[in-house]
């Protein structure tokens, strides 16, 4: 019997009563689960298999299936700020499907957990800042995240950057490519094919490919700024990620994400 913290990737129907559970378990890597009676509402799992949930799952690893039982689960963090933001809902899936579709098969997996976990729960701090004249909250409550309060804006991209890391296609996004020095700003340019950074300097007067958009939200997200336009350095770095998994398949739910950056910058718009 194994039990282990688990975060839900995916959930698709089986049959009128059951579901089928992707989840990335802490000890094991993706194990898929056979959840019968899950669609009813007295389910005893309730939310703990939700996709996104952060959930504690007992199970007995039965190494002849594919599908396993889970026996008992329960809520850790349903992620509920995470789930109120539309866009962070949607950068959200679109890791959980990475992971699952990447991530290499049949391994524990305990990098990616923890960097799923760790971008999750600040998606959902980040929304979750207190109000300016609300009473404090001591400092033991209000547990450090990495990221400002409020600022979820470089928290997908580095989750990329990471995962690019943790997969062996290490970026560096500090160092001009061509001499070698360190950069001083944003870079003069950007190549997605193989992740090299170009300075002013080494650029001279070819034109650069990459927008400008995409080289500040690099160098704001080394700096730990606020990047105004996360969508470019988030597109360069999946370009990148692409380039080098070597992926053909398709992530289906950055169809949605791009909706909802629509959506988004419609409104600010006006
Ligand atoms: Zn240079």
């Known amino acids: ?48 298999l939700d996709p996104l949930s952060l959930s504690e799952i007992v199970f007995r690893q039965n190494p002849g299936t594919e599908l396993q039982f889970p026996k008992e689960a329960g809520v850790i963090d349903w992620h509920p700020h995470l789930r ?20 290499p098969a049949g391994v524990p997996l305990e990098g990616e957990f923890a960097l799923l976990e760790n971008a999750l729960r600040e998606f959902d701090t980040a929304d979750n ?8 909250i001591s400092p033991e409550q209000n547990a450090a995240p990495s990221v400002p309060a409020g600022n979820t804006s470089g928290i997908f991209a580095q989750w990329l950057l990471d995962i690019c890391d943790l997969w ?19 870079a003069a340019d950007f190549h997605p094919e193989s992740g090299n950074f170009v300075c002013k300097k080494c650029l001279g007067v070819e ?15 080394r700096n730990g700024g606020t990047i105004e336009h996360p969508e470019y350095v988030e597109n ?14 398709e992530i289906h739910s950055l169809k949605f994400l791009n909706e909802t950056r629509k959506l988004f910058s419609n409104n600010s718009a006006g």
């Open 84 to 103: 109120e933001n539309l866009l962070s809902l949607a950068k959200a899936q679109v890791m959980a499907e990475i992971v699952m579709r990447y991530a």
């Open 207 to 221: 034109t650069p490919r990459a927008k400008p958009e995409t080289l500040l939200g690099f160098w704001n997200l």
């Open 129 to 136: 800042s207190p109000e300016q004249d609300s009473p404090s």
């Open 236 to 249: 360069a770095l999946l370009a990148y990620l692409r380039n080098h998994v070597g992926f053909m398949r």
């Open 1 to 48: 019997m194994i039990k282990s913290r688990a975060i839900v990737l995916h959930r698709f129907p089986y049959s009128d009563s059951s579901w089928i559970v992707k989840a990335l378990t802490e000890e094991c890597g993706i194990v898929s689960f056979i959840v019968k009676g899950g669609k009813r509402k007295e389910s005893p799992f309730k939310g703990a």
């Open 168 to 186: 062996g296609y290490n970026l560096d996004t500090g160092t001009c490519s061509r001499c070698n020095h360190p950069l001083d700003g944003p």
